[in-house]
């Protein structure tokens, strides 16, 4: 499995931006999908994901109704729709697939994205 990320950029407070992330490889029902994100001097958090099979979605409390994840099972992809951005929001953004389900540790994530830099600011 290949994750590839794009979509990043420079921000101001307020504005949106959209994160896209293909996936080469066969993902199943069981997978999960989802996006963490790891700002200069933090360890990496859980932002958001989204179950293959059923469509539903788990958020961070700190993104929950700013965020929207999505899957496109036709294109094997996911996004990430981020609105009413903060400047504590900058950081790099990983997309990862889950073989055992959604998870909010990622070192139980399987296989990542390379990374796409998000910069909220004035």
């Known amino acids: 499995v290949q994750l590839q990320a794009s979509g990043g950029g420079l921000v101001q407070p307020g504005g949106s931006l959209r994160l896209s992330c293909a996936v080469s490889g066969r993902l199943y029902s069981s997978h999960a999908t989802g996006w963490f994100r790891q700002a200069p001097g933090k360890k990496r958090e859980f932002v958001a994901a989204?179950?293959?099979?059923?469509?539903?979605?788990v958020y961070a409390n700190s993104v929950k109704g700013r965020f929207t994840i999505s899957r496109d099972k036709g294109e094997n992809s996911v996004s990430l729709q981020m609105d009413s951005l903060k400047p504590e929001d900058t950081a790099v953004y990983y997309c990862?697939?889950?073989?055992?389900?959604?998870?909010?540790?990622?070192?139980?994530?399987?296989?990542w994205g390379q990374g796409t830099l998000v910069t909220v600011s004035s």
């Open positions: 989204i179950r293959w099979g059923a469509g539903t979605t």
């Open positions: 990862a697939v889950m073989f055992r389900g959604v998870t909010s540790n990622p070192e139980e994530a399987n296989y």
